[in-house]
């Protein structure tokens, strides 16, 4: 089973602020078979990034994804206001398909 | 537009069973697998079972393998999950959501998922 790590696991942030947030993998993802989710409270998770760099249709181009082997990033140039939430990574290797225990971008 | 809803859910006993249903519209169903994800309260989203898009290929998460079924209706647009053997661990909102790239891939869209709660 490959294991994501997230770090941190909150980060308190103002408006206007660039975040980065990073997904370790325990092991090798291959042909960066990763995914980048937003969730926020109520609500399902929304697709992101897939392939580790490519924004699902509709993403604003302040969020990036990048990375290969075992550490990805996900950055948000400008942080809005609706960014506030939690960001999961998903890796989509092999099964088990697994998820990162999530990172809380919360209004400081 | 797409639209995936989740129905089913609700209050089961432990060592009882539920049967979720996903309602899809919007989209050509049987071109493409679809999954079951959860999340207990407070926690994150865990995988939970996967079937490709013809039902040939079934995958599921260690936690649920031989007490969770997951099934098909193309010729309904809808996706199944049986859970059977109900433990107080799978309380959880449970969400169906597409797979995009085949039965293994990342997911896009998600329903607004339905609520399970295991208690006696």
């Known amino acids: 089973e490959i294991v994501l790590t997230q770090s941190p696991g909150t980060l308190s942030l103002s408006p206007g602020e660039r975040v980065t947030l990073s997904c370790r993998a325990s092991?090798?993802?291959?042909?960066?078979?990763l995914a980048w989710y937003q969730q926020k409270p109520g609500q399902a998770p929304r697709l992101l990034i897939y392939?580790?760099?490519s924004r699902a249709t509709g993403i604003p181009d302040r969020f990036s994804g990048s990375g290969s082997g075992t550490d990805f990033t996900l950055t948000i140039s400008r942080l809005e206001p609706e960014d506030f939430a939690v960001y999961y990574c998903?890796?989509?290797?092999?099964?088990?398909?697994?998820f990162g225990g999530g990172t809380k971008v919360e209004i400081k | 537009e797409v639209q995936l809803v989740e129905s089913g859910g609700g209050l089961g006993k432990p060592g009882g069973s539920l049967r979720l249903s996903c309602a899809a519209s919007?989209?050509?169903?049987?071109?493409?697998?679809m999954n079951w994800v959860r999340q207990a309260p407070g926690k994150g989203l865990e995988w939970v079972s996967s079937?490709?898009?013809?039902?040939?290929?079934?995958y599921y998460a260690d936690s649920v393998k031989g007490r969770f079924t997951i099934s098909r209706d193309n010729a309904k647009n809808s996706l199944y999950l049986q859970m059977n053997s109900l433990r107080a661990e799978d309380t959880a909102v449970y969400y169906c959501?597409?797979?995009?790239?085949?039965?293994?891939?990342?997911?896009?869209?998600w329903g607004q998922g339905t609520l399970v709660t295991v208690s006696s």
């Open positions: 959501a597409t797979g995009v790239r085949g039965v293994i891939s990342w997911f896009d869209p």
């Open positions: 919007g989209f050509t169903f049987s071109t493409y697998s």
């Open positions: 079937i490709s898009s013809s039902g040939s290929y079934i």
């Open positions: 092991q090798s993802v291959s042909s960066s078979y």
């Open positions: 392939g580790a760099s």
């Open positions: 998903q890796q989509y290797v092999r099964s088990p398909l697994t």
